[in-house]
């Protein structure tokens, strides 16, 4: 398996991942910040996919970002409507865990690539998947002590 290949299956089991989280969250806030998180591995898919491929599509002009703008906002909405246990703080640990994972693979890979265009889009991605893990750090936060949360200003 080469290395593009590898990062689609990364990226569909990120897919998996999210959207399993989606469909296990009892509130509709985080059920949307996961669709959204779910969304962004598709993106990512996607882009490595079209590497692979050499299909002639732009690779570095595709829109890898997350938009943790509307993450944020739809938390800061939900804010009085949580109450998790620590189960759900576990699989949020585990998530965290695994997007650390994918940024360190990402990080590596694109120290390993000649072809500058390639690195840099193997560097954006593993910037995103840091993005990821600190929204999910800040979803941790959210969840343990909602009424205290102040969404991260990094954003």
Do not use: C
Not at 71 to 97: H, M, P, Q, R
């Amino acid at each position: 398996m080469n290395v593009y290949e590898y990062a689609m299956k990364v990226e569909k089991d990120g897919e998996a991942y999210y959207k399993e989280l989606a469909s296990k969250s009892p509130n509709a806030g985080l059920k949307k910040v996961f669709t959204l998180l779910a969304d962004a591995e598709v993106k990512h898919y996607h882009v490595f996919k079209s590497m692979r491929d050499k299909d002639g599509q732009d690779f570095k002009a595709l829109d890898i970002s997350t938009d943790t703008k509307t993450i944020f906002e739809t938390l800061k909405a939900e804010k009085n409507s949580v109450d998790f246990g620590l189960d759900e703080i576990k699989f949020y640990e585990d998530a965290i865990k695994r997007e650390d994972d994918s940024y360190r693979f990402y990080l590596n890979k694109a120290n390993e690539l000649e072809n500058e265009d390639e690195k840099t889009v193997f560097m954006n991605i593993a910037q995103e998947e840091i993005k990821h893990k600190a929204i999910l750090e800040d979803i941790l936060a959210f969840i343990q002590e909602p009424t205290n949360w102040v969404g991260s200003a990094e954003f």
